[in-house]
């Protein structure tokens, strides 16, 4: 049978970087098709490429048997490519259906009725349910990727290219994200998931090509192949999971007891959660995006007002605390969102190394910033991850994204930290990044601070932290004892079931 | 900063062959303008002591809107702010005589221009509304209140726009004198202040704060910058050097406050801070700059050149710049 999509010898560099060196690329329609490999291996450069984005030093495409040059992305559209990046493109403000015909209107007059029509058979189709009128801002994570889907089939589109899709997904949603992706594939349409989560790949793709530095390194049928050498493969290098189950957890240093927080529309986000993590211990948080982790964070780093209960580090009340002298306290904090809060993209690693711990001593004397001591910081942030860069006094924006993470993360771990919060401290780290983030929180915990990991990643929780909690609507749960390990009894926790 | 590629030649070209041409259909030949534009701001004595008598309230003024800039707000309320810290401190000085009602007019001028940009600190950082806006309704008011207290209250006999002059003791002196050129101590102290506002942005953890809250509010807020202070704080301190900047103009040049006392410094400033770039050493060419084009095309107009070109010139300028960093902040994606 011919493929659907044919890549051969696509080379692609930025500047002197070689991001893909003579890849070959195959897709037969049938099954799900996964690409994986470590941030940085090309699996996203490669998929623009066959996207139109962008145009490759050499090589050639052909799509259907037949070799195509694209001009640009639009082109690649009309001959039926569909490409959902990992950053949704969907506008809160638009309702779904605007969302949905953005760009692909097909006429220069909104034919509301047509396009509802249209828009709710393509979704009862796959069997989802969307309310056309309502703002897209009120979509979950899951809603907003199966609006994705629904894109890509008002597009017409025959090839789907999915960019992490369940980044964001609950393991139900994910379950259910990807059997939705193999009825298409059965119909007839080619899916491609861009991933970095093994276990998927195992339960749900019919073949996996992995590729690391830029080069193809393996093309395997997934019932031919293991979780184990998939990993081998994407690293190169046979991989270690982190030391588990540390000293015996000591002193709390952060105690929250009913502590109530306000969201942005006024309601209670967080309804009274309550919870210890002591000296010594990594505690992951999981839960399904929306129920509380964002208001919990703010409330404990001090940049969200407590409506009522208690926050404590080591054993001193700090809910009326303000952030910064949190931080002088020992909070130290991986937040969500790098580019929008964990670094000044414009300013040097050096500068953006004192971010946060600008009023902690030795950075401040006086009123002065020490500034040799926060070049020395740089360096040791940078060089705790083996962070890539080109010179301490470039700017963050010369960084990539998973490089800027190792930067976030060895940042909190330094000028000694007494309780690190962590939100999806792992985002965008490929699996060597992963493993070394979570050998460092183990190792700041063993001197003595206590971590808490927020993820939505149940399975990286489970596999990296001493204990696991729950949040579940705006509340913490606890699993029954016996249970902290139980990937059932948790995930039955995640959506309040109990 | 990346070198200078072939569309930024092409683009400062096209600006000075459009000058050019504009000079031409006014029926002056450009080379001949450009001469006189630098021996009429720079090629004798008292060409400098003018330009430099404009430089200084532009440097002034140039830093306090590089402050605000640096913590991510469009101060276009200088000129207000001058205007008010400019007669605030004319009325103390004209009641207050000798070294002592120097200091006093130029803390009355600080404070002036401070309370005068306060409700924009105020509003931006707690009702969100946009201080561009709010600057140039308060310019608006500032300009009406002090004509009507300059021709009413306190309008000098005889005169009628114009305050009585203050006394000579309370003048701030000149360094050095060769007749016609004098350096008067107004310049060097806004020199200083360059040096402090750098220092103080590179140095102290306020200005780091300050530079995280222009740079990204919310990274800043994350790392416990409150943001909200330091907007409030930004804008007034912004407001007090255009305020001092008005002070300072009486007190070393013109030694009494009068409609039209300012030829437009404050929103000159925008131009000169833009100019800036990174850093606030850059605001003294940039100053220099501005006060030597206004001065230069005031004389070139014995050629029959309208005194307008200085908008045209500098407006050329302006944009050419900007067209250059906002290249440069797009090619972020």
């Known amino acids: ?498 | 900063m990346k070198a200078f590629g072939w569309k930024q030649v092409a683009l400062t070209v096209a600006a000075f062959g459009f000058v050019a041409l504009t000079l031409i259909a006014v029926g002056v030949m450009p080379g001949e303008a450009a001469m006189e534009l630098v021996r009429g701001s720079m090629g004798t004595k008292n060409a400098w002591n003018e330009t430099l008598k404009l430089t200084t309230p532009l440097l002034i003024a140039g830093l306090a809107v590089f402050i605000a800039l640096r913590a991510g707000l469009f101060n276009i309320g200088a000129e207000g702010q001058l205007l008010v810290g400019g007669l605030c401190g004319t009325v103390v000085a004209l009641n207050v005589e000798g070294v002592l009602g120097t200091v006093l007019a130029c803390l009355a001028g600080l404070v002036a221009g401070g309370l005068w940009a306060l409700p924009a600190g105020l509003i931006k950082a707690y009702r969100n509304g946009h201080e561009v806006i709010t600057t140039i309704m308060l310019n608006n008011i500032a300009a009406a209140l002090v004509a009507g207290l300059v021709a009413g209250p306190l309008r000098q006999e005889g005169m009628s726009t114009s305050t009585e002059v203050v006394a000579e003791s309370t003048w701030l002196p000149s360094l050095y004198e060769n007749v016609p050129f004098r350096l008067n101590i107004a310049l060097v102290g806004a020199l200083l202040l360059v040096w402090g506002v750098a220092v103080w942005i590179k140095r102290t953890v306020a200005g780091y704060e300050l530079s995280a809250t222009g740079a990204n509010p919310k990274a800043a807020a994350t790392a416990g910058v409150e943001v909200k202070r330091v907007t409030v704080r930004a804008m007034t301190v912004s407001g007090a050097l255009s305020g001092l900047a008005g002070a300072v103009q009486v007190l070393a040049y013109e030694h009494n406050f009068y409609v039209g006392f300012s030829s437009g410094f404050g929103f000159d400033a925008l131009g000169v801070a833009l100019l800036a770039g990174g850093s606030p050493w850059g605001a003294i060419p940039s100053a220099l700059l501005f006060g030597a084009l206004s001065k230069g095309t005031t004389s070139i107009q014995v050629l029959g050149v309208p005194k307008g070109l200085s908008g045209i010139l500098l407006g050329v300028i302006i944009i050419v710049f900007a067209a250059y960093r906002y290249r440069r902040v797009k090619s972020h994606d």
Request: net charge negative; glycine share 10%.
């Open chain 1, 1 to 498: 049978m011919t493929p659907v999509v044919r890549m051969s010898g696509v080379t692609h560099s930025f500047g002197a970087l070689a991001a893909l060196e003579s890849v070959d690329f195959e897709v037969a329609t049938g099954s799900v098709y996964a690409l994986v490999g470590e941030n940085g291996a090309g699996k996203t450069t490669l998929m623009r490429v066959l996207y139109g984005a962008l145009r490759p030093d050499a090589g050639t495409i052909e799509v259907e048997g037949v070799e195509r040059k694209w001009r640009s992305s639009a082109d690649a559209i009309a001959h039926g490519i569909g490409m959902v990046s990992q950053h949704y493109s969907i506008i809160p403000e638009l309702t779904c259906l605007q969302n949905l015909v953005l760009g692909a209107e097909g006429s220069f007059v909104i034919h509301g009725d047509a396009f509802r029509e249209r828009a709710t058979r393509l979704g009862s189709k796959m069997g989802f349910a969307f309310d056309w009128d309502a703002e897209a801002s009120t979509l979950s994570p899951a809603g907003a990727q199966k609006l994705e889907i629904v894109k890509l089939l008002w597009r017409e589109s025959k090839i789907m290219v999915l960019d992490e899709p369940t980044a964001m997904l609950s393991p139900a949603d994910s379950d259910a994200l990807y059997a939705s992706l193999k009825q298409l594939a059965s119909e007839g349409a080619t899916v491609i998931v861009v991933t970095h989560r093994i276990p998927e790949v195992m339960q749900h793709c019919g073949r996996v090509t992995v590729l690391r530095g830029g080069v193809k390194v393996a093309d395997r049928a997934v019932a031919e192949t293991s979780a184990h050498e998939l990993a081998e493969l994407i690293v190169g290098h046979s991989v270690s999971r982190s030391p588990q189950g540390a000293a015996d957890p000591g002193e709390p240093m952060l105690e929250v007891s009913g502590l109530v927080v306000k969201g942005e529309r006024k309601d209670d986000a967080l309804k009274g959660a309550s919870f210890v993590v002591r000296s010594g211990e990594v505690v992951g948080l999981a839960g399904v995006d929306g129920n509380g982790q964002r208001e919990l964070f703010h409330a404990l780093v001090g940049t969200l007002p407590a409506a009522g209960g208690t926050v404590l580090l080591g054993g001193s009340d700090v809910t009326r605390v303000r952030s910064r002298d949190r931080f002088v306290r020992g909070v130290r904090l991986i937040p969500e969102d790098r580019h929008e809060e964990g670094v000044v993209e414009d300013w040097s690693l050096v500068d953006n190394a004192a971010l946060g711990l600008q009023h902690v001593p030795p950075l401040i004397n006086g009123v002065w910033a020490d500034l040799a001591r926060r070049q020395a910081l740089a360096l040791r942030v940078a060089d705790r991850f083996k962070t890539k860069h080109q010179g301490l006094h470039r700017s963050m924006r010369s960084l990539s994204g998973g490089n800027q993470q190792r930067f976030v993360a060895a940042r909190a771990l330094e000028l000694d930290p007494r309780v690190i919060l962590a939100f999806q401290p792992t985002r965008g780290l490929d699996i060597d990044g992963t493993a070394q983030v979570y050998a460092s929180l183990r190792e700041a915990a063993r001197g003595g601070a206590g971590v808490l990991v927020v993820s939505f990643d149940l399975d990286e929780l489970l596999e990296n932290c001493d204990r696991t909690i729950v949040i579940h609507a705006g509340r913490v749960h606890e699993p029954t004892p016996g249970q902290g390990h139980d990937r059932q009894a948790i995930g039955r926790l995640m959506v309040g079931a109990s």
